[in-house]
Nanobody, 130 residues
Framework: QVQLVESGGGLVQAGGSLRVSCAAA????????MGWFRQAPGKEREFVAA????????YYADSVKGRFTISRDNAKNTVYLRMSSLKPEDTAVYYC???????????????????????WGQGTQVPVSS
């Protein structure tokens, strides 16, 4: 079992920045990749970013590339998503999830597939006002 708890969400103005966090417990955190997804009202959940177990590799959705940064601190069992130059279309509930160790640092297709992830947090809301 893995428990994931997101935090740091909140209302932010367009153009602003925010960092959300995901604290993990219950599994050796440093042994698996992590991903961030988001779900806007009335839309399907979509991939945002992923980071390898070491933090040495990252992958981003085109919609956030250059604006968002994913990172992790294995000593704190925490993964972060730093969001800058936020737009109203970034408004969503943001979720973190674990990628099973068997998948390793997978192909982009797998990294973007929510079904490839096994444990999910409850989400944190990030409304972006225009």
């Amino acid at each position: 079992q893995v428990q994931l708890v997101e935090s740091g969400g909140g209302l932010v103005q367009a153009g602003g920045s925010l960092r959300v966090s995901c604290a993990a417990a219950g599994r050796t955190f440093s042994s698996y990749a992590m991903g961030w997804f988001r779900q806007a009202p009335g839309k399907e959940r979509e991939f945002v970013a992923a980071v390898s177990w070491s933090g040495g590799s990252t992958y981003y959705a085109d919609s956030v590339k250059g604006r968002f940064t994913i990172s992790r601190d294995n000593a704190k069992n925490t993964v972060y998503l730093r969001m800058s130059s936020l737009k109203p279309e970034d408004t969503a509930v943001y979720y973190c999830a674990t990628l099973p160790s068997a998948a390793g640092w997978a192909t982009p297709t797998t990294l973007e597939d929510s079904y490839a992830y096994d444990y999910w947090g409850q989400g944190t809301q990030v409304p972006v006002s225009s």
